[in-house]
């Protein structure tokens, strides 16, 4: 190494790997770096992290982003949540006015998490608009292997599942499918009426959340009526209006609530 | 040092002309633009899908809290990593308050599904683990600055600290991580001077 040479600033080898130098710059020290193996071979060794980490995660940022982080989302649920805060206001304000055992007894009610339900009917719902909308192949499994797909959800599920029957309220079983949620696997059950209208019945294990009532949640485009019992979350969704679609939700969890 | 955020692809300056248009619709679309980087960001710093899920949440939440205080032309990917460093920050004070034993083992590399296929894989995992041994604040600048290509400036703005800063734990982090994932071992070539 002749006497002259003066090493490359650190700095300048770091900006040097991430490509923030200017192009002058960049160029000098490309040159200087050929006369200084020590130099190079630390550059090298950044430039092989640098890569390595890139390439190495480059698939997460290829992924579909996960439903409760879409914008649509997020903007859809805290809509919904303040209206349920104003709902759970206005029944803090009856229940003052009521006072006593009255406001004793709603007291459950608004205990209830809002977030919880919310987060499980947008869930359901962006799950029934992707797959109900599909033509050809709504469901993974079909009608016909209706205990196949109880058998396959329950596994998943980790607890006994199966699709209720909703031919009384005129929706006739279509199959349905395993479906993927940030917080794991969810059954998805698919019905349709003699309108071509077609309804979901969405099951989420939610291991933490206390029981809920049957509540219309509102996430923007589409209604779902949803509930927790015994740390699952069920979500019914249907293009029906909202009192039509409580009602199917009541069928629905009186079925799956009766004993088997 | 320059920032990228107002550079195209080919290091062009983007003409500012027609940038000015304040419009609530174009951050929503370059807030959700940056959603998948986040997200890389936040489980390559915490090796845990769920939590950085979570903690890519928060930060959405809060930006959609400040959004009438962002102009479309602002630099908002560097504004995004700001709140999310923002809320890491706390979590960290919260858990050092509150310590629960959190095991960095075999199951925990698991968690993240940081697993590609190919045969780097290996090398990876050397990686992560050398990324697990750093402290924090050094590895968020080498995630920030090798992964997100944010600018030194932009680094610096995201972690609050001067670019001096950034550059001495970007030089010592890389170093660390040289040494850990043995790229020494490749026999450096020493001359007698």
Redesign the interface.
Known sequence: MSGSDHGIPEDDLHAYVDGQLPPDRHAEVARQLQEQPEAAEQVAAYTEQREALRAASAFIAAEPVPARLALHNLIAGRHAERRIVWRAAAAVLLAILVGGAGGWALRGGIRTTPSDLTLLAQEAIANHVVYTADRRRPTELGAEQRDDLAKWVSNRLGRPVAPPDMASAGFHYMGGRLAATPQGPAGLFMYQNADGKRLTVFVLPMRDASDTPTRTVDVGKMDGCAWIDKGVGYTVVAPVPSKELHDLAVEVRRQLEAPT | ??TLDDRDASGQALPVAGRGNVSEQGV?AR??AS???L??YA??LLRNR?EA?DL??DC??RA?DKLHTRREDADIRAWLFTIMHHHFISQIRRRRARPTPEPLDESHDNAVG?Q?A?E??L??RD?QRGLALLPEEQRSV??L???EDL??AQAAEVLGVPVGTV?SR??RG?ER??QH?G??TRA??R?V?
């Open positions: 040092m320059q929503l807030i959700e959603v998948p980087a997200r890389r489980i390559a769920d899920d890519v949440h959405l939440v959609l940081l590609p190919q780097d894989a090398h990876w990686l080498i995630l600055v090798s992964l600018s030194y550059m970007l030089a890389r991580l040289r994932t790229q020494d450096p070539l001359r001077k």
